[in-house]
């Protein structure tokens, strides 16, 4: 693949562990121990995707989140504590596009990156309904990776993206948690509330009221469905 990964964490052992697992999957792995080390990092090396760590010295993983958000829109894999719940739905909030708790397989860590990397370079994540999705005021323009509502272009990661324009290419039609993770996030196995807060993000972007939302709306029991404004 090729692609340039950034690992941030202050555990030189984890560290070694994840680089060396990254780079027998073809991948080039720079190393920071904190904050300010991370952010340096990124400006230098501009990577493809960022491994953070949550618990940091000197700046913590949030605030690094959310000062990587602030630069672009590059994938984040988060490492957080098995306890750290509360934390971990603020870094998907923040924008991170996927998890893994400590402790963590290597390898799963690994799977992990090499399945988000394919889907921030995947030209268009479905190929239904052709490049442009359009549901009233709001448009997707899935060759561009272009989503806009009333004309304003929306501040979408990549997960959003690919979730908005999943649901926009299968209207009307009710999936489960775990299908929208296998579809979305490449994903056989994971943490269904992965999608509950991405979907709850989405909301906030693509719903006049997110509270009572019309287009993403949930199906008690299975999960959620997309209706068109029309």
């Given at each position: 693949m090729g692609e340039r990964v950034l690992v941030v964490d202050d555990d030189s052992t984890v560290s070694d562990v994840v680089r060396r697992y990254l780079e027998h999957a073809g991948l080039t792995v720079t190393l920071a121990a904190?904050?300010?080390?991370?952010?340096?990092?990124?400006e230098r090396e501009r990577p493809d995707l960022v491994v953070l760590d949550l618990m940091l010295p000197g700046l913590d993983g949030l605030e690094v989140c959310r000062r990587l958000r602030e630069r672009g829109d590059v994938p984040i894999v988060m490492l957080t504590a098995l306890g750290d719940e509360e934390d971990r739905v603020l870094g998907l909030r923040l924008g991170a596009d996927d998890y893994v708790t400590k402790p963590f397989s290597p390898r799963e860590l690994a799977l992990r990156v090499q399945s988000v990397l394919r889907r921030a370079h995947r030209a268009a994540p479905v190929d239904e309904g052709g490049p442009a999705l359009v549901d009233g005021e709001l448009s997707v323009d899935t060759a561009r990776r272009v989503a806009t509502l009333r004309g304003v272009e929306l501040p979408l990661t990549v997960r959003e993206f690919d979730?908005?324009?999943?649901?926009?290419?299968h209207p009307g039609r009710a999936f489960h948690r775990a299908e929208l993770l296998e579809a979305v996030w490449d994903w056989t196995f994971g943490d269904h509330s992965t999608v509950t807060v991405h979907v709850r993000r989405l909301r906030e972007k693509v719903e006049d009221d997110p509270a009572r939302p019309t287009r993403i709306v949930t199906v008690w029991g299975v999960g959620y469905r997309?209706?068109?404004a029309g």
């Open positions: 904190d904050g300010p080390q991370a952010l340096a990092a990124f979730l908005l324009a999943f649901f926009m290419s997309y209706e068109m």
